[in-house]
């Protein structure tokens, strides 16, 4: 099957759509998605997005971004992330996101771990939920966007360092497939020709690769092993950060997390003596150290955060969510400590973009967690993910709006492509999965030695 447009968004969060909202409204724009919509790490994120508030606090946001990333952060990044926010915030309300607001209507801050001062807009401990939701209504109204669920890139088509399209695999239930008797794998998918002068990749992260995660299982980091088959640039790989808290349980699967703003509020870890062991509120890496190291000295599987000290009807209105699931797993937070331990959650690095998020291949982009900008630099200060997402994303719409009438594409090109070795995405999927671990592997070694 052969499928033509202007501009390709391979994943629906707040990247892929806040992209699609904001490229010209005469492109006629395809958003891919491996699975449902709303099943992108985006729609998991708990605790909020940080805004500039004042020029006051230009200078302490920027430090305390900075100090988060270990001074490794590129600092025009940040600069440009930062100054950014205000507008943006704007943008959302203006889509109808709600954020918590004071008696007087005023927007409600919170604070997180490794912030000097509250900075971060929330909505419940749902933010990611509020923001991402509004946007996919709002693309969903678009004329010019059409959505594919469960319809999974497994290759770019590239012609001279110019991007030219995906290859994509439709599930069965994906209207991309259901409509036509292309090319099938030997999974009964179908190998899908998707055409176009603009590609923008916004899958998510690599959660999917380790045992356990916050992300979404099938977020594998797929766009990595097509960067290095292709020779595209790839920075820091081996930055991949640990949340400090995700609920503990023996059950397999993705970790529920426990948003950084519960410990922002005043939530404190604990021993099994319950003796508080670290400063809850240090930077997300330093707080993960400090509990593997409590639990290797103490021979636990977990340790335990303790909601004592936040009153009962903030922790029912404020962390909603994390009490709901909580009293589901068997524990009451406002009555009695919860085991929590460290999971994979975020990857600071990625493929390598600049400032517009254009990658090292000609006409193709890469937003939200898949890019690195450098704005996290080794370690991600929370709350920064949503915002940075956002300002980079519309950046890249901006830029391909700009250049797109002298884009180079071929409508013969994909007349050529050999479809036959798509047919076993396992093996290649595999293969990608091999390539991506050994890339942060080596990445690793350089870093241990500089």
């Known amino acids: 099957m052969r499928y033509k447009s202007d501009v390709i968004i391979v994943g629906s969060g707040v990247a892929g759509l806040y992209c699609a909202l904001k490229l010209p409204s005469d492109l006629a724009i395809t958003i891919i998605t491996k699975a449902d919509p709303e099943e992108c790490d985006s ?3 708990q605790g909020g997005i940080c805004v500039l508030r004042n020029e006051e606090d230009y200078q302490a946001y920027y430090e305390d971004t900075l100090r988060a990333g270990h001074y ?10 930062i100054r950014s926010s205000q507008e943006l915030i704007e943008d959302l309300v203006a889509y109808g996101v709600d954020f918590e607001r004071d008696e007087n209507g005023e927007l409600k801050y919170t604070r997180e771990g490794a912030h000097s001062a509250p900075r971060i807009l929330f909505h419940q401990d749902v933010t990611g939920k509020e923001i991402t939701s509004t946007l996919l209504d709002q693309v969903k109204k678009l004329p010019n966007v059409t959505i594919f669920a469960h319809a999974t890139m497994v290759d770019i088509i590239e012609t001279e360092g110019h991007c030219q399209g995906v290859i994509a695999l439709a599930d069965p239930e994906s209207p991309l497939g259901l409509a036509s008797d292309g090319l099938m794998t030997n999974d009964g998918r179908e190998i899908c020709i998707m055409e176009a002068p603009e590609v923008v990749w916004a ?7 380790y045992e356990h995660s916050t992300n979404w299982p099938h977020l594998t980091g797929d766009a990595l092993g097509i960067a290095l088959q292709h020779g595209i640039r790839l920075r820091d790989p081996d930055y991949v950060q ?3 808290t995700t609920l503990y349980t023996e059950e397999k699967g ?3 997390l426990i948003s950084e703003s519960v410990r922002g509020e005043g939530g404190i870890l604990l021993n099994d003596k319950g003796e508080r062991f670290v400063d809850e509120l240090q930077p997300r890496d330093v707080v993960s150290q400090a509990i593997f190291a409590e639990m ?3 021979g636990a599987k977990h340790v335990w955060l303790s909601m004592e000290n936040i009153p009962e009807e ?3 209105d404020h962390f909603r969510n994390i009490y709901e699931t909580c009293l589901k797993a068997g524990y009451d937070v406002t009555k009695e400590p919860i085991p929590v331990v460290p999971a994979q959650h975020y990857f600071m690095g990625g493929v390598d973009v600049n400032s517009d998020s254009k990658t090292s291949m000609q006409q193709l982009f890469a937003v939200g967690e898949t890019s690195c900008n450098g ?3 080794a370690n991600r200060l929370a709350s920064n993910s949503l915002l940075e997402s956002l300002v980079f994303a519309k950046r890249a719409a901006v830029r391909i709006g700009k250049e797109f009438a002298d884009t180079k594409f071929d409508p013969d090109l994909a007349d050529s492509i050999d479809l036959a070795k798509y047919k076993d995405p396992a093996s290649l999927f595999a293969a990608y999965r091999e390539s991506i671990l050994a890339e942060i592997e080596r990445t690793k070694k350089i870093h241990e030695h500089q």
């Open 242 to 244: 640990i949340h400090p």
């Open 203 to 209: 899958c998510g992260g690599i959660g999917g690769l």
């Open 375 to 377: 704005v996290h630099g």
């Open 314 to 316: 903030e922790i029912k």
């Open 296 to 298: 290797e000295k103490t």
């Open 254 to 256: 993705r970790s529920f």
């Open 72 to 81: 490794e952060n590129d600092r025009a990044s940040v600069d440009i992330m």
């Open 43 to 45: 729609w998991l994120a």
